[in-house]
């Protein structure tokens, strides 16, 4: 048995809610008579290996139950696995493996592989760098056919001038159709060339149930203008060298056979000429499409960015949080001296965040001015509008001046709101929308998400108001975090109602885990 999908090198990256497909392949001499998938998980270590079924037989088998010879069974099984509702967290990795069995029984294992799961941020930066990878391919492509073409030329200008192509030419010639050759391959190839990676991308997308829409624009169009290549021109090329190279090499063969004038044979400079009139067309639609991808690929490096300060501050909401529990409760001047200077580290760190993210917002700001009209430009511009609505900046400067002066409990509300703004710009950015045309909430969402909204409001009230109290009454102590604990507990029930509300509906037809 073997698992021929994913491939013994791919190592995937996968999103919480993604789909891996597999391949397996099973044979045995007499019957195949179930085909299983096995895995286990890094954050259950101690567990034993979890069982889904992908193929099972009749029992008894058909042949055997009529009492005649079974000829050698030989299966290929595809399926989609997926992951969704499995509660895999990033970080986690899945070790598995194919198991198939016979009627005897005996069992067999394929070579195990491993998976692991990543952030929707980790997959939108891998996914954008596997599109830079495709414009440098097609840029050493286009330099392959540039220096092709040049060479085709003077070889032209050889045949124009001489009664035949000496043999040192052919020889050129050859090589020209032997780089060719390579051209094909890398434009018309869905295993190991470009199509190939965009379709790899493509399928990845889809996968992982990402919808970045401009970069799945950009991939289809660009597959879509590299069929007629491989339909038309490439062939063309190859054709009309291959008659070249013939002709050439006859003509050697035959030394009187020239035209007047001194001239190659029409029969060599007409295929190279033609050849050449194609690869010149090869060499425009390769310009075209690096220019509509070098567009994109100056807005690529917003979300890579943005995705970088999502994790910054993380950190220093994390670091907040540690801190807040040991000097929530604390008036600024009875803090002790590692206390006050880890409060200013943290307020510096978030400081250094609100920094780098007015560079992030000055620099898209300058890209969307220099491209009116761009395609490119518009998720650049989204993200830009939501930073402005969200007050994304002024949030990250206003809870570096709570830290600052241990207002924590407050702080630590601004994060929240900064880290769920950050995530909704590096969806815009990335080209995500949260819902589409088909998918809006009912009037009772709507209504229980204002209420979510209003609850939310008055946590934050209450919480604003205890600091004041806290401020005002020089208590701390017991009743300050008494006080502290019981809106902590306020949030995290509305942060479960919340995972709650936005959980997805429950697949019927997914496969259960059982165990073996």
Do not use: C
Request: a neutral charge; proline letters at 6%; zero cysteines.
């Amino acid at each position: 048995v073997a698992l021929t999908e994913p491939a013994a090198n791919a190592d995937p990256v996968v999103t919480p809610a993604g789909v891996v497909p597999l391949e397996v392949v099973a044979g045995d001499d007499l019957a195949v008579r179930k085909i299983d998938l096995e895995f286990t998980r890094s954050d259950r270590a101690g567990d034993a290996p979890a069982r889904l079924s992908l193929v099972s037989g009749p029992s008894p088998p058909k042949s055997a139950a009529l009492g005649s010879p079974a000829p050698a069974d030989r299966q290929s099984v595809r399926h989609a696995w997926r992951l969704e509702g499995m509660g895999l967290a990033p970080g986690t990795q899945v070790t598995f493996w194919a198991v198939a069995s016979d009627y005897k029984p005996q069992t067999a294992k394929s070579e195990p592989r491993k998976l692991t799961i990543g952030t929707t941020e980790e997959m939108v930066q891998r996914l954008a760098s596997r599109q830079t990878a495709v414009l440098a391919e097609l840029s050493r492509v286009l330099q392959l056919q540039r220096r092709g073409r040049e060479r085709l030329a003077a070889l032209e200008k050889r045949a124009a001038e001489a009664p035949r192509l000496a043999q040192l030419d052919v020889d050129q010639l050859r090589g020209v159709e032997l780089s060719q050759r390579q051209i094909e391959q890398a434009l018309s190839s869905r295993g190991e060339g470009i199509p190939g990676l965009i379709l790899g991308l493509l399928a990845d997308l889809a996968n992982n149930k990402l919808d970045p829409p401009l970069v799945r624009r950009q991939m289809e169009s660009l597959l879509a203008g590299l069929e007629p290549l491989a339909a038309d021109e490439l062939p063309a090329v190859a054709r009309e060298l291959t008659a070249a190279i013939k002709a050439a090499q006859a003509l050697l063969d035959r030394p009187d056979a020239t035209e007047a004038g001194g001239r190659a044979s029409s029969s060599v400079r007409g295929p190279m000429a033609a050849a050449g009139t194609h690869q010149d067309a090869v060499v425009a639609a390769l310009e075209q499409m690096i220019g509509e991808l070098s567009q994109w690929d100056r807005f690529r490096r917003f979300p890579q960015e943005l995705g970088q300060l999502v994790r910054e501050q993380e950190e220093t909401a994390r670091r907040t949080r540690d801190l807040a529990r040991r000097t929530l409760t604390k008036h600024l001047k009875d803090l002790s001296p590692q206390e006050a200077a880890e409060l200013a580290e943290a307020a510096r760190q978030q400081a250094a965040v609100a920094d780098r993210f007015d560079a992030v917002q000055q620099a898209m700001d300058r890209a969307v001015r220099a491209s009116p009209g761009d395609p490119a430009a518009a998720d650049t511009a989204d993200g830009l509008r939501l930073a402005r609505e969200l007050n994304v900046g002024s949030r990250m400067r206003s809870a570096g001046e709570q830290i600052r002066t241990n207002q924590l409990g407050q702080a630590t509300q601004e994060q929240k709101q900064i880290e769920e703004g950050l995530r909704e710009m590096l969806d815009s950015l990335s080209g995500r929308r949260p819902t589409d045309a088909g998918s809006q909430p009912s009037p009772q969402d709507r209504q229980t998400l204002e209420d979510v909204k209003r609850m939310q409001e008055e946590i934050n009230r209450r919480t604003q108001e205890l600091e004041k109290w806290r401020s005002a009454s020089g208590k701390s102590g017991d009743e300050a975090r008494r006080r502290y604990e019981a809106l902590g507990d306020q949030q995290s029930k509305l942060g479960d109602l919340l995972k709650r509300m936005t959980a997805p509906a429950p697949e019927s037809s997914r496969p259960t885990e059982t165990k073996p």
